[in-house]
């Protein structure tokens, strides 16, 4: 049974984000999120607007585009560790899921330790559970089942990693209300476009409110400041690269549909842990979860907010076979 908050938990004083750190993949770095004079924004970038912008948040990104979770242990942990950030988002797993060299009980122990080392510093931890990415790009029939059992084996292995921990909180992507939908997607549908990096820059600042820090320009979703994308622009990318890419990662998928097939296509071994979150009435624990946190409207860095805002909701630690239909981005390429 779930439970479900229409106004976050806030204290009487909260506590503010002074440092903010984004660690990960394509996705942490902001692709799907184009300005117009041609760099990526993203939602790390909204979500420091939204815990109080430039003057106020020094964001410390060192995400790369094809991480993999064993590249942000090994080049972007130590240099993100000396920081000493407030709060620090990671975004990785997905490119694993998409080698054929994936193995979930290695990117859960490096997940861990990542984890580890972060709260060692200090730093409040929001870690990023992922969406059924066949339901947004399109693929093959044994492939897609392929897919989707490995990103059930990445969750598993995320939900070990940080269950019991304190200072850690889990946004489940796959139940973030919105984040399906088309418009959720960048033209190569591997990226959230700037509607689904609002989504999820406002999932994790819904976090953060109910953890106690605070946010005063809460993310909304009408898109501003981004670059709009032409149907021209969609369909040229399918053709030059989005066929490309398919071809691929399906010979780096196929010994793995081989093996799905000797095996009877099973998932990862063993139940998956439940991931510690923060349960409705503020109290950790490992058996309750929210499905949804609402944030005012608002849209971080482009003014005040507007009354066609749709207010952003967060959706925490739902695993991805039960969770509510209705899930989101953040698949990194």
Known sequence: MTETLTVPVRPSHPSPVRTLAVLGDSTAAGLGDPLPDGRWRGFAVLLRDALGGPGDVTLVTTARTGARMADVRRDQLDSTARCAPDVAVLCAGMNDTLRSDFDAVDVGRDCAATVRTLRAVGAHVVVLRFHDHTRVFPLPGLLRRAL?????????????????????????????????????????????????????????????????????????????????????????????????????????????????????????????ARARVLSADGVRGGGRHLTGLDLDQGVPGAGAAQPADRAVRAVVAAPLQSARVGGGPGAGT
């Open 148 to 272: 989707r059992l490995r990103i059930e084996a990445l969750n598993a292995a995320i939900d070990r990693a940080v269950a019991g921990l304190d200072d850690v909180q889990v946004l489940d992507a796959h139940a973030l209300p919105g984040g399906y939908e088309r418009d959720a997607w960048s033209i190569d549908r591997l990226h959230p476009s700037e509607l689904g990096h609002r989504l999820l820059a406002g999932g994790v600042a819904a976090l953060l409110a109910e953890a106690g820090f605070g946010v005063p320009f809460p993310v909304g979703t009408r898109c501003a400041g981004g670059r709009a994308v032409s149907a021209f622009d969609r369909a040229a990318w399918l053709l030059v690269r989005g066929t490309p890419w398919l071809a691929r990662r399906g010979r780096d998928l196929g010994p793995v549909i081989v093996q799905g097939l000797l095996t009877g296509m099973r998932g990862a071994s063993g139940p998956p």
